[in-house]
């Protein structure tokens, strides 16, 4: 019986494969030797950079990093090398990288040290992590607008329904010692208690009318959006009319949730800074495809301007982006703006 021969290592005679997946990799690749020059860049670091593969070889890693981590990064380039490992590149901090415009984005990189007849090189892997980044201080933004929310609803309480409930409570006990020493209570003071109570529950209405999606999984989208607009116009100077299926009730909660929620903010943001005179909210349905705009008579959108970076606005791509929907902000033709997302229904 013949012995087992020693298992063959998989990958020996597969340089072509290696070499072709580097070059068409969906990520950027390039090769660093051990002075810090870039031996090779494939296409993908083009449209991460800028720089065509044939402007880099040759010059220094350094180039494509900020400024600031340039005299730096040779000390860890060299302390690198002195003991060469697989790893992603500094783990725990934040990394950023340098575009031929001048522009900083962030990135994450991973090393792997490879050894050739020319000495050690390090293949170096480079992901453009901006949307990433940019989820990570949506969520942080979010976190602290539901705090400073929080503390705004629970002074709101204690200034407006703590001192009603106060109110009423001290003409109750007024009441009670009247009672007990048989003597009946005027009709005006259990009048007063009455009003009272009717403006404490006008005022739990108002706290609480923002803080959840009004009955979605009995009502439906459809008339919650309805009830929005509706409130809008009787809380505002402003004329907010409702276009559409008012009936509309979505199976999907996570849809119904998400586009109550982008109305909302397009709603309140056309309220507060558009100036418009009119605001008109559209909920239509075609075939599998349902659009939900806001379009307001107002000042109009600038791209670019500090409110398109706003909180609000990411919010309204983020709730679209869960929901695997279109998110679109233009010019309205009539004057003003149109926020609107498109959704698929299954």
Known sequence: MKKASKSRNPLKGMESIFALMVEHSPVGKLFVDERGSIVYANPKLEA????????????????????????????????????????????????????????????EIGLVPIKTSKGTMVLSTIMDVTATAENKQLQRDLLHV?????????????????????????????????????????????????????????????????????????????????????????????????????????????KSENLFRLAQEALNNAVRHSLAKKIVVSLQKEGTTLTLSVRDNGTGFVHGAAKDKGLGLRSMRYRANVIGGLFEIAANPEGGTVVSCSVRLS
């Open 146 to 254: 539901i705090e400073m929310e929080q503390k705004r609803i629970g002074q709101d309480l204690h200034d407006s329904l703590g001192q009603q409930l106060l109110a009423i409570s001290f003409l109750c006990n007024v009441l009670k010692k009247k009672l007990a020493a048989g003597t009946a209570p005027e009709v005006n003071e259990v009048s007063h208690i009455e009003d009272l109570l009717g403006e404490a529950k006008l005022n739990v209405r108002k706290l609480t009318r923002g803080l959840y999606a009004g009955d979605l999984e009995s009502r439906g989208l459809g008339p919650c959006i309805k009830d929005m607009t509706d409130h809008m116009r009787e809380t505002s100077s402003i004329a907010c009319v409702f276009e559409g299926d008012d009936s509309l009730n979505l199976q999907d909660r996570s």
């Open 48 to 107: 991460l950079f800028g720089y065509k593969p044939e402007e880099m070889v040759g010059q220094s890693i350094e180039m494509l990093l900020p400024y600031r981590y340039r005299k730096g990064h040779v000390e860890l380039r060299r302390s690198y090398l002195a003991r060469p490992t697989p790893r992603p590149m500094g783990v725990g901090r934040h990394l950023f990288a340098l575009h031929k415009s001048g522009k900083e984005f962030p990135v």
